[in-house]
């Protein structure tokens, strides 16, 4: 049959041996360049069978005489990374943070890691841009809590705020005067009103002047006789135009009178030094540090 | 003089290989030997070829001091530093626009170039036509010319032909590796390298450009040769359109030389001044008869000029029966019209036009750019954060650039935001300390009290003085704020 292929005058070329309305089609060879690619395309994917996993089986697969693994790779990319860091980490584990802030390398490193840790481990409650939300403090606005100097941030992340595991977490409770019989409710409403007038806020001018007193006997103690706060006991501020928990008269009355209970994870449990350093130089250098 | 007959001219039983009308795209290569050829043109592509060389494997040695800290190399393209050094001029990377400016003048001064004289790039200054000249020296010297060429080729293999071919492609590949060797010094210092190469230090990137290069200058100038320009190149499809009737080209005066011929076979029969002797063909590195015409393939070497005229001069006929002229001209000729050159025409003078104002704009721009510069990235996240006292904060990212050769203190301010206060991170006071040929980057906030903001979004400046020279940057951007 095949010595039967019609030959076309014209090109000398061979046909299929279709004809359409008398045109008929060439039966052209394909390239040599391409054929011979092809074929080695197809010895690649042989010697690709062979070398790397590549058939299924029904409780496993075949590995591959070179046994690769993209999830081995990984891993040993993952191992790898932390290799070349290490050198970096001991460093900042060792060096003290005021040092770090003041080689620029150091600083740089440790700026980078702490923002990726701060990522994982912190933007879940302090927000992605570490401006907080209701109950979570704003780490940027330089209104802290338990201190901004880079001593006072280390210790707050490696301890923690009231989780009642770690024994040397930040822990001052402030007294829940309704709950607990200290106040009356006119009393606190009068001291509410006073807490208003600290901060400019639009207050009842008489209820606030009854409250001072009360202030002065049962909240200046930790807040500070102008509501200054005072970061020894993670009292906040009250005379500023950030509030934590919210800044109207009806909120201000139930923090009075049911106390609030921030607490925050001892993540010197979860964390190592080196990270905790990082997270602290970069929790400072947002803008809010001392 | 004693007077030739065309019976002492050489002819040759030759038809051009890439002869015009005979050509297919499907066809194997045919291997082209063009023969060694004297004259005018010769000797000014000998010159050209020397000088463009020179330049090129000369240039990286070049040394041009520039201080302390900066390297002293003349031409370096530093990619590990970003920089672009060029004898005086110094160029970063966001001035990339004048590389652009310069491949723009380039192009620009090639289509005026070629809109006058044709294709004078492709003939005497195409790396791909210096390297294959250069190629074919070394061919001619140890095989021999054309002739003794074509019977080597065809002759059964011998210790001298082993011996001939082993010897050219040696030395090919010593070219090839020269020019690829040359390549790299361009882009590190050039002693440092050279030495770092020779003991095997060099780093990886070094090796395989040279490798690459060594392999394309190799492969192009011993084997592909014209190939390259019939059928890789653009610039033969591009330059047609710079072509018109007035543009100087390599022309065969056909109503000279036609009919052409050796013998006069009939007393009636007038013979035009071609011999026919092909002198013209075998000397052509292209492989095409110059006397069929404007082909794509011609690079306007004038090699068949001068063999041309070799014999015409040898006949006592006037030289130029190729020589370079207008098509214009050819036909003004052949109709015994005044002759006119017209090198002014629209094109030409738009040409001339552009590539002048482009060269002013950036030797003028280059004069007076700045040395100090700064560029402000506001923070995204958080776009403003409230302060305690009621005031708001916007974070800024500062770059600042020093271009001097010297380290500087410029001072940051704040402009057009009423009470804005400036802060920089890590300093107590607001002056930027940037070492010589710099960048550096600034952490900046800026306050400013609630009250004073008349909209979420304010206009203000950052302004960069240099306390010495007086010198003033500024850069405007937006203090953002709560809607209002």
Redesign the interface.
């Known amino acids: 049959m095949a010595e039967d292929k019609p030959i076309d005058e014209l090109s000398g070329t061979a046909t299929t041996g279709h004809e359409w309305d008398g045109i008929r089609e060439l039966n052209t060879p394909l390239p040599r360049w391409w054929v011979w690619v092809f074929y080695a395309t197809i010895l690649w994917a042989i010697g690709y069978w062979i070398l790397m996993p590549s058939w299924p089986g029904i409780t496993g697969y075949y590995h591959g005489l070179l046994g690769y693994s993209s999830r081995a790779a990984v891993e040993k990319a993952v191992i790898d990374a932390r290799q070349a860091m290490a050198g970096m980490q001991d460093k900042i584990a060792k060096t003290p943070l005021a040092v770090i802030?003041k080689t620029p390398d150091l600083e740089e490193f440790a700026l980078g890691a702490g923002r990726s840790a701060f990522a994982v481990n912190c933007s879940p409650c302090h927000g992605?841009?570490?401006?907080g939300r209701k109950g979570f403090p704003?780490l940027?606005?330089?209104?802290w809590l338990w201190g901004g100097k880079l001593d006072d941030i280390q210790f707050t992340i490696t301890h923690g705020v009231r989780n009642g595991i770690d024994a040397d977490a930040r822990d001052v409770e402030m007294p829940r005067f309704l709950a607990d019989g200290i106040l009356t409710q006119d009393k606190i409403g009068d001291v509410a009103d006073f807490v208003l007038s600290l901060s400019g806020s639009a207050h009842d001018a008489a209820a606030a002047t009854r409250g001072k007193q009360i202030f002065a006997d049962n909240c200046a103690a930790c807040h500070g006789d102008q509501g200054q706060g005072n970061t020894q006991f993670g009292a906040p501020?009250l005379n500023?135009?950030?509030w934590l928990y919210g800044g109207d008269r009806e909120t201000i009355v139930q923090t009075i009178s049911y106390a609030r209970k921030g607490v925050m994870p001892n993540w010197g449990a979860r964390l190592d030094p080196a990270t905790i350093k990082a997270l602290a130089l970069y929790v400072h250098?947002l803008?809010g540090g001392q | 003089m004693n007077m030739m007959t065309t019976h002492d001219v050489a002819s040759f039983d030759v038809r051009a290989v890439n002869k015009r009308g005979e050509r297919s795209l499907y066809k194997k290569r045919e291997k082209i030997h063009p023969k060694r050829v004297q004259g005018f043109f010769r000797r000014l592509k000998w010159i050209v070829m020397a000088v463009t060389l020179t330049i090129y494997y000369v240039t990286p040695w070049l040394r041009w001091g520039r201080g302390p800290g900066a390297p002293d190399q003349a031409v370096l393209i530093d990619f590990p530093a970003r920089k672009f050094y060029f004898f005086f001029i110094e160029i970063w990377p966001q001035e990339v626009y004048y590389i652009t400016g310069l491949l723009i003048m380039a192009a620009v001064g090639l289509f005026l170039v070629t809109s006058i004289a044709g294709r004078v790039w492709c003939g005497y200054t195409c790396p791909q036509t210096v390297w294959t000249d250069l190629f074919l020296v070394v061919e001619r010297a140890v095989e021999g010319d054309r002739n003794a060429r074509i019977k080597l080729d065809h002759a059964p293999w011998s210790f001298d032909k082993l011996r001939k071919r082993v010897m050219k492609h040696v030395a090919w590949i010593l070219i090839a590796m020269a020019t690829g060797g040359a390549w790299v010094f361009y882009f590190a210092d050039a002693p440092t390298l050279a030495r770092n190469l020779a003991h095997l230090h060099a780093p990886g990137v070094a090796y395989s450009t040279i490798g690459i290069l060594t392999f394309t200058t190799y492969v192009f100038g011993g084997f592909m040769r014209e190939q390259v320009c019939t059928y890789m190149c653009p610039w033969p499809r591009i330059q047609g359109a710079m072509l018109d009737e007035e543009s100087l080209v390599v022309t065969y005066h056909g109503w000279r030389g036609e009919p052409r011929g050796r013998h006069q076979k009939e007393a009636t029969e007038k013979l035009g001044d071609c011999v026919d002797c092909n002198a013209c063909v075998v000397v052509c590195p292209m492989g095409i008869d110059i006397r069929d015409g404007q082909q794509l393939e011609c690079i306007t070497c004038a090699l068949c000029i001068d063999a041309c005229n070799g014999v015409m001069t040898k006949l006592g006929r006037a030289p130029d029966l190729i020589g370079y002229d207008t098509l214009g001209n050819d036909r003004r000729r052949a109709a015994g019209e005044p002759l006119k050159y017209s090198f002014l025409r629209p094109r030409t003078i738009l040409y001339t036009v552009l590539w002048c104002l482009l060269g002013v704009g950036m030797l003028y721009s280059l004069a007076t750019r700045a040395d100090t510069d700064i560029s402000v990235l506001h923070d995204r996240?958080?776009l403003f954060?409230?302060?305690?006292?009621?005031s708001l904060?916007n974070?800024f990212t500062v770059k600042a650039m020093n271009k001097q050769r010297v380290e500087r203190h410029l001072s940051l301010t704040v402009e057009g935001l009423p009470g804005a206060e400036l802060s920089i991170?890590?300093q107590t006071d607001a002056v930027l300390v940037i070492g010589p040929d710099d960048l550096r980057s600034f952490?900046v906030?800026v306050r400013a009290p609630r009250a004073d903001l008349t909209s979420d979004s304010v206009p203000f400046a950052f302004i960069l003085t240099d306390a010495g020279s007086k010198t003033t940057v500024h850069y405007q951007t937006m203090f953002r704020g709560p809607a209002q």
């Open positions: 802030e992605a841009d570490a401006t704003n940027v606005a330089g209104n501020r500023g135009k950030l250098s803008g | 996240s958080p954060v409230l302060l305690s006292d009621g904060r974070g991170v890590g952490r906030y």
